[in-house]
Nanobody
Framework: QVQLVESGGGLVQPGGSLRLSCAAS????????MRWYRQAPGKQRELVAS???????NYVDSVKGRFTISRDNAKNTMYLQMNSLKPEDTAVYYC????????????WGQGTQVTVSS
């Protein structure tokens, strides 16, 4: 079992920055990839960024150059640094992790609200 807890969401003005954190506990050493998803009201959940254990990252086009995903394996924590925030970034942001112990099991955090508004 893996537990994921997000933090760092809040209200920020357009152009501002926030850093989200996702702390993993339990069988965190079995995690092979971690991701950030987001879901805006009335929209489907969208993959924002991912990072593997080796540090390979991927981003959705809409956040490239503005968001940076990183991972501190010693602290079992993943981060999402969000700069130049736009109103369209407003959503609930979810942490996600795939654990491999003979098979892949996917875990989700509870989500953290990010609101970009003046």
């Amino acid at each position: 079992q893996v537990q994921l807890v997000e933090s760092g969401g809040g209200l920020v003005q357009p152009g501002g920055s926030l850093r989200l954190s996702c702390a993993a506990s339990g069988s965190s050493s079995s995690i092979v990839v971690m991701r950030w998803y987001r879901q805006a009201p009335g929209k489907q959940r969208e993959l924002v960024a991912s990072i593997t254990t080796s540090g390979t990252t991927n981003y959705v086009d809409s956040v490239k150059g503005r968001f940076t995903i990183s991972r501190d394996n010693a602290k079992n924590t993943m981060y999402l640094q969000m700069n130049s925030l736009k109103p369209e970034d407003t959503a609930v942001y979810y942490c996600n992790a795939d654990s491999f112990l003979g098979s892949i099991v996917r875990y989700w955090g509870q989500g953290t609200q990010v609101t970009v508004s003046s």
